[in-house]
């Protein structure tokens, strides 16, 4: 009865999809407010709705209901009631439940806080966000049904996939999710002011804190995702350049760039068109990355048993939103006037650069994911991209970035005096010094290492210099820092994120050691340093597996370090092994050892050893980055209203029939 | 010209240029990054490039799997159901590595035509079979095997993770 009442429910969403979509586009032609009204609650009908359903088939996990087939290919009896939840997006059918639940998660919230917009424009938005919903229902409702039943009713469950039981597995598809789906909104907001023709700076401010939010989300979701793949796929990668992982990827390099340049049009009513385009290029490659992701077109390590069908459906989708979006472009971008003027060398200058390299590595990284899908579409063989090549142009066109980011801090706006940059020689000399005395205290030399270390001091000291310049001629009291905008400090903090990002990168990708060894039980192997003592593996019985646990001893000098018990399991309901690393995890290193297989007669097994020094500072580095778009979200700009923006038609939707 | 309009043309210039600079040396690396999909059969036919690495696929042997007690590395065959080669690996296998299962390998043909491997993949999903390996499969003439065994065995048992 659950689920029959979750696929209602369902249909019920559906249903407040098309009112929320249709009524207020009709409304807006015919100038007709009633219509224009409907747009806020259907968008919240949709959302109870779909919370509704969602609810149902967590349910239906929680109650062990395998008369849903879809719980019966992703749950057990057995399995743990955490895992039960997280089982709900454990496959495709639920999470597009999912991914259609964080849609209008974000709908309700544009209904919610965007008092300050206009209802005529909100109307727009949300009608917007509705056409987009109904696709992605459609699919649902018509290829993947979650609540499909099954009959005979099994006993119990095939169990979910071993490597999704964990926890950090379990919020990183939501968070994820939230990212991708959440750049929906400036989406809509960019086609809902192309429609209205009104690419001003107001229109650019109410999706500021919008693309804000959706980001901190993609890159808490991308770093939730690296630091899953490090610690339970076992093998000690941060980063793989998967198709999957580029899917990711991109949406977050465009969303870095489009906050950026909504900066300069908010700020300078200047690069409008460029900017629209950059909120329908997010988007467009969030639809992509679930198309891959969903479709299985990719072989990735992602990607598995796939759908053709299912692929078509979300191409399609893919096809007539960007065909739609581009054609409403080119139809307006020729209308939009830039009244302001800047120099070549100016704040403007150096954020459209910063645009440029951005979009362009975007582009390198679609170009080495999609070549393997032509070559085999148009038949010219069957190719792999290695991931030396992406490797590659993040550096070539990361450096660039990173300089950009040093240099442009301390950029004015629309004019900057030449002879005066002469001076950040001095600043970029000390970075180098300081870098090249980070890089000899390292055990080797290595040019990738200075390269990094450099641009990641240079950002730095960069940021400290504008940090000085700013509270130059002020007390730093808390009334002067309360007087600066949130904004001014977000940033500050993002880059100092992307300054620890680029050492945890740079150090983990230059000084990492591996070695996989076979031991005997007594056996030790030395590494860096550190020895790894092998004291055997036991046998180990959990509540849906059994396996071995090696019991390994790490010392420094003669000084214990850490005792490692990395676990090797094999679950009932799969006939593979999974690998259970264990991990000492510390801020300068992070010392990690898995178990292989077990060879002889005599205990002996093969064991990962890793060293990674600095590792966690990528992690950290995300958190702050984000922990900057999170401040910069609380400007009260962005909350202000601003009449004067609001053009005569729409104030008179406002004053004389709306009130 | 407009100086405003000349100041943004030079920008222009000096950005299209960074452009294809930067897309010189992105493609110079794709092209050293490129790597083709050979079959059992097309490298013993020895179209498969010597001392050039490339991803050989296909079905790992039943009962080929050597393990060394001395040393971490490992042998195997793999088959396309017409002709076998002898892959060596040096590391630990991936865990969804099993015999009867689909693999691709990367690495490189050594002078006697054993294939050192310096990666090898197996996919998540138990029934997932590499795109590459499952067409190439398609053509063999193995009862119970190929695509179509493939696809039946998937039907009844369908799997997916995000």
């Not at chain 2, 943004?8 to 000096?14: A, D, E, M, P, S």
């Amino acid at each position: 009865m659950i689920p029959e009442f979750g696929q209602f429910a369902l249909i019920v969403a559906l249903i407040s999809a098309v009112i929320q979509a249709v009524l207020p586009l009709i409304g807006t032609i015919i100038n007709q407010p009633n219509l224009i009204m409907v747009a806020r609650p259907a968008a919240q009908a949709q959302f109870i709705a779909l919370s509704i359903s969602f609810a149902c088939l967590t349910y239906a996990f929680v109650t062990h209901d395998f008369s849903v087939k879809y719980v019966t290919n992703n749950s057990n009896i057995d399995l743990p009631l955490l895992y039960r939840v997280s089982a709900v997006w454990g496959a495709h059918e639920g999470s597009l439940l999912l991914w259609a639940l964080v849609l209008s998660i974000w709908s309700f919230a544009v209904t919610i806080f965007s008092r300050q917009v206009p209802p005529l424009m909100l109307a727009r938005v949300v009608s917007i966000m509705g056409w987009i919903s109904i696709g992605f229902l459609l699919f649902m409702i018509m290829t993947s049904n979650p609540f499909e039943r099954l009959f005979p009713i099994p006993s119990h469950g095939r169990d979910l996939n071993p490597l999704l039981q964990d926890f950090g597995l379990a919020i990183h598809p939501p968070m994820l999710y939230m990212g991708y789906v959440g750049l929906s909104v400036a989406f809509s907001f960019s086609i809902a002011a192309m429609w209205a023709n009104r690419l001003d700076s107001a229109w650019a401010r109410w999706s500021r804190p919008w693309t804000n939010v959706a980001w901190i989300f993609l890159t808490l979701g991308i770093a939730l995702g690296s630091w899953w793949a490090y610690y339970e796929l076992g093998w000690g990668g941060w980063w793989f350049w998967d198709p999957v992982e580029n899917a990711s990827f991109m949406p977050w390099l465009v969303a870095t760039a489009l906050i950026h340049s909504l900066a300069v049009t908010d700020k300078r009513s200047s690069f409008k068109a460029w900017t629209a385009l950059l909120a329908i290029f997010a988007f467009s490659l969030s639809l992509l990355g679930t198309f891959l992701v969903r479709s299985g077109v990719l072989t990735s390590v992602h990607a598995f048993a796939s759908d053709p069908e299912r692929g078509v459906f979300i191409l399609l989708f893919l096809v007539i939103v960007v065909g739609a979006s581009l054609t409403l472009y080119a139809v307006r971008a020729p209308l939009i006037k830039s009244h302001s003027q800047f120099s070549m060398l100016s704040r403007e200058t150096a954020l459209l650069l910063n645009n440029v390299f951005l979009v362009v590595l975007t582009l390198g990284i679609l170009g080495g994911t999609l070549f393997p899908i032509f070559t085999v579409a148009l038949d010219l063989g069957k190719y792999s991209v290695g991931f030396p090549f992406f490797n590659f142009i993040f550096v070539l066109l990361g450096t660039p970035l990173a300089l950009l980011l040093g240099f442009g801090q301390l950029l004015r706006w629309k004019k900057d005096n030449a002879q005066q940059q002469l001076t950040k020689l001095i600043p970029f000399s000390i970075s180098f010094i300081l870098a090249l005395g980070s890089v000899l205290m390292m055990s080797y030399f290595s040019f990738y290492a200075l390269l990094g270390m450099t641009l990641a001091w240079w950002v730095l000291i960069m940021a400290l210099t504008s940090f000085m310049l700013r509270f130059k001629n002020q007390s730093l009291s808390f009334a002067s820092l309360k007087k600066t905008p949130p904004s001014y400090f977000g940033t500050h903090i993002a880059h100092l994120g992307v300054v620890i990002f680029a050492v945890g990168i740079t150090l983990t990708s230059n000084y990492s050691s591996k070695k996989d060894v076979l031991l005997k039980p007594g056996e030790s192997y030395l590494m860096d340093d550190y020895t790894y003592q092998f004291n055997g593996a036991r046998q180990i019985i959990g509540p849906n597996y059994r396996g071995h646990e090696g019991d390994i001893i790490i010392t420094k000098n003669g000084i214990v370090i850490a005792e490692m018990k990395p676990q090797k399991r094999i679950y009932y309901s799969q006939q593979s092994p999974m690998t259970e690393a264990a991990i000492d995890a510390g801020l300068s290193r992070d010392l990690f050892v898995a178990l292989g297989d077990q060879r002889g007669q005599d205990g002996a097994w093969t064991l990962r050893l890793y060293y990674k020094p600095f590792i966690r500072w990528i992690w950290l580095g995300a958190i702050i980055m984000s922990l900057g778009g999170l401040v910069a979200s609380f400007d009260k700009r962005y909350r202000q209203k601003n009449r004067r923006m609001q053009t005569s038609r729409e104030k008179d939707h406002l004053t004389g029939k709306l009130t | 010209m407009h100086p405003a309009r000349a100041r943004r043309l030079k920008l222009v210039v000096i950005m299209l240029l960074g452009v294809f600079i930067a897309g010189g040396f992105a493609f110079m690396a794709f092209k050293e990054n490129l790597m083709l999909y050979f079959t059992p059969s097309e490298v013993a036919a020895g179209k498969a490039p010597t001392g050039q690495r490339f991803n050989i696929g296909g079905m790992v042997v039943d009962g080929s799997v050597i393990k060394s007690d001395q040393s971490v590395e490992v042998a195997f065959d793999v088959t396309d159901y017409e002709k076998t080669i002898t892959i060596k690996f040096g590391e630990i296998l991936p865990d969804l590595f099993r015999e009867g299962q689909a693999i691709i390998a990367k690495g490189k043909l050594n002078s006697e035509g054993v294939f050192i491997a310096d990666e090898v993949l197996a996919k998540h999903d138990e029934t997932y079979m590499p795109q590459e390996v499952a067409d190439s499969l398609k053509h063999k003439k193995k009862p119970g095997y190929g695509k179509e065994g493939y696809d039946k065995k998937r039907d009844g048992k369908e799997k997916e993770t995000p």
